[in-house]
């Protein structure tokens, strides 16, 4: 008696390649759902807010290069920078911080600064980098 022998397929040919592709998916959609975005959500204004803000509700803020925090003339810490904008906010609570950064300071630094206006819940809240004398 002859048996008779089946063509082998290949893998691409068969069902099992379908299967993989399909729990490769499902795989990646699974693991999407695990990825933690680590930043910052501040509260932007709209593109027709009107906001006026006066200058008696700016409290300035700059950071050096070595990433101290300056205030006035006198260099301050993190702590310090607290007390100070919760004070502004107590006086009047519309207050805006800004805070012009050096180009060479520490990111950290001003991750610290960010942290700290999104802890205080500071509405108004900006920075910017220094312009290089020319």
């Not at 693991?31 to 959500?41: D, L, W």
């Given at each position: 008696?002859?048996?008779?022998?089946?063509k082998k397929t290949g893998f691409l040919e068969t069902c099992a390649a379908s299967d993989l592709a399909f729990l490769l998916i499902i795989y990646f959609l699974v693991?999407?759902?695990?990825?933690?975005?680590?930043?910052?959500?501040l509260n932007l204004p709209g593109k027709d807010s009107s906001r006026m803000i006066l200058r008696?509700?700016?409290?300035?803020?700059?950071?050096?290069?070595?990433?101290?925090?300056?205030?006035?003339?006198?260099?301050?810490?993190?702590?310090?920078?607290?007390?100070?904008?919760q004070t502004a906010q107590k006086a009047n609570p519309n207050i805006a911080v800004i805070i012009t950064i050096d180009e060479q300071a520490k990111w950290q630094?001003?991750?610290?600064?960010?942290?700290?206006?999104?802890?205080?819940?500071?509405?108004?809240?900006?920075?910017s980098m220094k312009k290089e004398n020319l």
């Open positions: 008696m002859k048996l008779i022998r089946r693991i999407a759902g695990f990825n933690v975005n680590k930043g910052f959500i008696e509700e700016l409290v300035r803020f700059d950071m050096n290069e070595q990433g101290e925090i300056i205030y006035g003339e006198e260099t301050i810490s993190i702590s310090h920078a607290r007390n100070v904008i630094n001003v991750v610290y600064f960010v942290e700290l206006a999104q802890d205080l819940q500071v509405d108004a809240f900006s920075f």
